[in-house]
T-cell receptor
Framework: DAKTTQPPSMDCAEGRAANLPCNHS???????VYWYRQIHSQGPQYIIH???NNETNEMASLIITEDRKSSTLILPHATLRDTAVYYC????????FGPGTRLSVLP | KAGVTQTPRYLIKTRGQQVTLSCSPI?????VSWYQQTPGQGLQFLFE???????NKGNFPGRFSGRQFSNSRSEMNVSTLELGDSALYLC???????????FGQGTRLTVV
């Protein structure tokens, strides 16, 4: 599975959009980009995933660059409850979790 | 629709003992994966079962084993427990490969 690189931490003001970047320069053609988040030792929560096209659901949007070497998770209006560790994973199966990005949403 | 259920939620065991953890996947999901999470190593893949067969295995010693039943429920077993096995053990289920996986709340194992 491809390795991902994420910033270790980010801050975001409540109500603003949170843009979380992820680099996955060694991604192969059949690997998906998945995003999960984990709130204080609970089980990771699925957010969104995509292969090539941008995706949007009720939680977030996923923007994947045309060369698929990087992606951005967008939380359009961050709330305090979005404070969590966000994991970007590229995989066909058997997720390899990195350290993720610790997002702090500030009041 | 019920989520992934893991039992027990908390467990305390003594070094040298063995432990069995249980995972009930989302109804209809045939793939079950197990992960170990520790503060030092983060989330690490243990193994994955699909239709009662182990499809993939992570880099863990043979003391860690698992199985999946015909109803897709899965168990993992750790024998000869060591202090370093203290961790949050997470189970995830998915319909197939290449589909999103949903995690349970985990079993927190403490070895004393």
């Amino acid at each position: 599975d491809a390795k991902t690189t994420q910033p270790p931490s980010m801050d975001c003001a409540e109500g603003r959009a949170a843009n979380l970047p992820c680099n996955h320069s060694t991604i192969s053609g059949n690997e998906y980009v998945y995003w999960y988040r984990q709130i204080h030792s609970q089980g990771p929560q699925y957010i969104i995933h995509g292969l090539k096209n941008n995706e949007t659901n009720e939680m977030a949007s996923l923007i994947i660059t045309e060369d698929r070497k990087s992606s951005t998770l967008i939380l359009p209006h961050a709330t305090l409850r979005d404070t969590a560790v966000y994991y970007c994973i590229v995989s066909r199966q058997n997720f390899v979790f990195g350290p993720g990005t610790r997002l702090s949403v500030l009041p | 629709k019920a989520g992934v259920t893991q039992t027990p939620r908390y467990l305390i065991k003594t070094r040298g003992q063995q432990v069995t953890l249980s995972c009930s996947p989302i109804s209809g999901h045939r793939s079950v994966s197990w992960y170990q999470q520790t503060p030092g190593q983060g989330l690490q893949f243990l193994f994955e079962y699909f239709s009662e067969t182990q499809r993939n295995k992570g880099n863990f010693p043979g003391r860690f084993s698992g199985r999946q039943f015909s109803n897709s429920r899965s168990e993992m077993n750790v024998s000869t427990l060591e202090l370093g096995d203290s961790a949050l053990y997470l189970c995830a289920s998915s319909l197939e490969a290449d589909t999103e996986a949903f995690f349970g709340q985990g079993t927190r194992l403490t070895v004393v």
